[in-house]
């Protein structure tokens, strides 16, 4: 399952949840207090039971914290995939892709980085060596949104690898790396 669910499996039980209806009656401060889940786990487990009210067996769409990321077009394709793996270990969706930079893309760029639980700027060489009016206007929106409280990870390739960026998502982190030196 793409929550990794199983290895919730023996924590639930041991606090009586084993069943969907019990489930949906335990809160997210319990489950991370009560029951000691990470962050990242019981917000998961909590947005995953509230997509079907229902109490069928299906149907309701599963909705997911999102992951917006600022980049250099010119950065490694392949440190740009494995952040994108990361976020999908962490078992949330990814938002980024390249916008080519055509008519309407801040638009659309930055719709998304306002729909983001995460904000991730990859803060490659590529990024610092060639700093675009692109991303001088994808930064002053980041700034804009880590302000209102959304949370911010500087992904400098020199100091993280990408499992340090699933590894806090997981954990429910707000912030990695240095935002001041970004």
């Known amino acids: 399952s793409k929550l990794g669910l199983l290895q919730l499996q023996a924590t639930l039980a041991e606090n009586g949840i084993d069943t969907v209806a019990a489930l949906r009656a335990v809160t997210e401060d319990e489950l991370k207090n009560d029951m000691g889940l990470k962050f990242g786990h019981a917000r998961l487990l909590r947005k995953a039971i509230s997509g079907d009210d229902s109490g069928g067996s299906g149907g309701g769409q599963i909705s997911r914290p999102r992951v917006h990321a600022s980049f250099s ?31 309407g893309w801040f638009e659309v760029w930055s719709g998304k980085a306002r729909q983001a639980d995460y904000i991730v700027v990859l803060f490659t060489p590529e990024y610092k060596g060639r700093f675009t009016e692109a991303l001088w206007k994808e930064a002053q929106c980041v700034h804009e949104l880590h302000a209102k409280g959304t949370a911010v990870y500087i992904f400098d390739s020199q100091a993280y690898s990408p499992s340090d960026v699933a590894i806090n998502l997981l954990d429910g982190v707000k912030s990695m790396g240095s935002f001041s030196e970004w």
């Open 73 to 103: 077009a010119k950065m490694e394709s392949w440190l740009l995939d494995a952040v994108h793996a990361a976020v999908d270990r962490a078992g949330m969706e990814w938002t980024s892709g390249h916008t080519a930079q055509k008519d």
